[in-house]
């Protein structure tokens, strides 16, 4: 499938036109080298403020730093508060092509937030040997952020922001997605239901050292499984009286789940499992406790993890069959599991396969290797997949390029904030002449 997949990235880019950079985009080009000192400042200012999704003042200072960037530009900025599902905010910026324009409409999708909150020792960009630095979020994705700004100055300096149609969004939890998702992402639906395509400045895809385009990623899904049981001296655990207990219902549905789920493109995970006498999740659902005795039948089992998939389709199935698994109890047993959706996925269409066709002609004009289309099993949900059903194309990996991402050393490579620029600079050139 992955060959399969590739081939039909290549085929495209060898069937589209080749065009020669014009007087533009080598202004844009030479814009983004000059300004190469002007990003990496940007990139440390940015990193040195503490925006872990729950740090909701921290991220309000990440958009009030880029709120400046973009009104520079001449973008209408609005900062949108979450706090009716108590998180930050997000950053909604808009720049109305010229009255009469038939250009592409562009969603430019980001985020504010990283996973790193104040508690973590990690808190501090560095610059290390060679073009490598590192900081918390310093490619997921401050790195990406300053990638947008440098392409949009580019265009500026050129004369050709003028001509585009473009709407930013930059939420600011992404990482940990406030709930309901109607609320939390009700701007970045409104603004995919605008646009006509969407590029994702999250960073890009680097497989054996090789950029890869990504146009599709898969959502997310997250789960509760509780299960209960009738407690007593564990001298009569399986008898009829008492039966099987909370702990051995909850091993058997994950059991059933690793052994009957898996399929091509889904992944699912149990990240908190806890059981006994008594159990509860701690208020920030990051942990839980429990008590108990060994000669007690547990009475109580938790457990909370997620799934990834490629669809909607496939996630309403999946979902499906492990409702069918949790109904079928054990003796003296009982099970319930609840979901909660932080993304759907974003399967690969002909849309998205266009753009990475055009991205590949703009590769081979700057002297650059085509881009494969990258596997989605190597990359997971984002902002783009809530919406990706909203627009009719959509590329992922418009960033920087690292290594680490959500762990302690995360890094960028910093060569790569001017090679992105310039790829997406054009990009964005190229379909503000494209008709809507």
């Known amino acids: 499938?992955?060959?399969?997949?590739?081939?039909?990235?290549?085929?495209?880019?060898?069937?589209?036109?080749?065009?020669?950079?014009?007087?533009?985009?080598?202004?844009?080009?030479?814009?983004?080298?000059?300004?190469?000192?002007?990003?990496?400042?940007?990139?440390?200012?940015?990193?040195?403020?503490?925006?872990?999704?729950?740090?909701?003042?921290?991220?309000?200072?990440?958009?009030?730093?880029?709120?400046a960037e973009l009104e520079e530009l001449g973008f209408?900025?609005?900062?949108?508060?979450?706090?009716?599902?108590?998180?930050?905010?997000?950053?909604?910026?808009?720049?109305?092509?010229p009255k009469g324009g038939k250009g592409k409409k562009m969603l430019l999708i980001g985020h504010l937030d990283t996973v790193f909150e104040p508690s973590s020792p990690f808190q501090v960009y560095k610059k290390l040997g060679g073009d490598?630095?590192?900081?918390?979020?310093?490619?997921?994705?401050?790195?990406?952020?300053?990638?947008?700004?440098?392409?949009?100055?580019?265009?500026?300096?050129?004369?050709?922001?003028?001509?585009?149609?473009?709407?930013?969004v930059l939420t600011g939890d992404e990482e940990r997605g406030g709930q309901?998702?109607?609320?939390?992402?009700?701007?970045?639906?409104?603004?995919?239901?605008?646009?006509?395509?969407?590029?994702?400045f999250e960073g890009l895809a680097r497989v054996d050292g090789v950029d890869h385009g990504s146009i599709s990623r898969r959502g997310g899904t997250g789960w509760t499984l509780k299960?209960?049981?009738?407690?007593?001296?564990s001298s009569q655990i399986f008898s009829n009286t008492l039966g099987d207990g909370a702990v051995y219902e909850m091993a058997r549905i994950l059991s059933a789940f690793r052994a009957e789920l898996p399929e091509p493109y889904l992944t699912f995970n149990?990240?908190?499992?806890?059981?006994?006498?008594?159990?509860?999740?701690?208020?920030?659902?990051?942990?839980?406790?429990?008590?108990?005795?060994?000669?007690?039948?547990?009475?109580?089992?938790?457990?909370?993890?997620?799934?990834?998939?490629?669809?909607?389709?496939?996630?309403d199935r999946v979902m499906a069959k492990m409702q069918a698994i949790v109904a079928k109890h054990l003796?003296?047993?009982?099970?319930?599991?609840?979901?909660?959706?932080?993304?759907?996925?974003?399967?690969?269409?002909?849309?998205?396969?266009g753009l990475l066709a055009k991205l590949n002609v703009i590769n081979k004009e700057m002297?650059?290797?085509?881009?494969?289309?990258l596997d989605p099993m190597l990359r997971g949900g984002g902002d783009i997949s809530g919406v990706a059903h909203l627009i009719d194309g959509g590329l992922v990996g418009m960033g920087a390029a690292g290594e680490g991402s959500h762990a302690p050393g995360e890094t960028v490579d910093l060569k790569s904030l001017p090679v992105q620029a310039k790829r997406a600079a054009l990009m964005m050139y190229r379909l503000s002449k494209e008709k809507s």
Do not use: Y
């Open 1 to 67: 499938m992955r060959k399969l997949l590739a081939a039909a990235a290549f085929a495209l880019c060898a069937a589209a036109p080749a065009m020669a950079l014009d007087k533009a985009e080598k202004a844009m080009i030479a814009t983004v080298d000059k300004e190469t000192a002007r990003s990496e400042a940007l990139l440390e200012k940015l990193v040195n403020v503490n925006s872990g999704t729950m740090n909701l003042a921290g991220v309000e200072e990440v958009g009030k730093m880029m709120r």
């Open 367 to 373: 002297g650059l290797p085509a881009m494969p289309e």
């Open 227 to 233: 299960t209960t049981a009738k407690s007593g001296h």
């Open 180 to 200: 309901p998702g109607e609320i939390s992402r009700a701007h970045l639906a409104t603004a995919a239901e605008w646009a006509d395509v969407a590029l994702e």
């Open 270 to 315: 149990v990240g908190v499992l806890i059981a006994g006498a008594s159990a509860e999740f701690n208020a920030d659902d990051t942990g839980g406790s429990a008590t108990g005795k060994t000669n007690v039948i547990p009475e109580i089992g938790l457990a909370r993890g997620d799934m990834r998939t490629l669809s909607i389709e496939q996630a």
């Open 76 to 97: 209408k900025v609005t900062w949108a508060p979450m706090a009716a599902v108590k998180r930050s905010g997000h950053i909604i910026a808009e720049h109305p092509g």
């Open 132 to 168: 490598i630095a590192e900081g918390p979020g310093v490619g997921d994705m401050k790195g990406g952020l300053v990638v947008m700004v440098q392409a949009l100055r580019a265009m500026k300096a050129a004369g050709k922001l003028k001509d585009a149609d473009i709407t930013i």
């Open 331 to 353: 003796p003296g047993t009982g099970a319930e599991i609840t979901f909660t959706e932080s993304g759907p996925g974003m399967p690969p269409t002909e849309g998205s396969r």
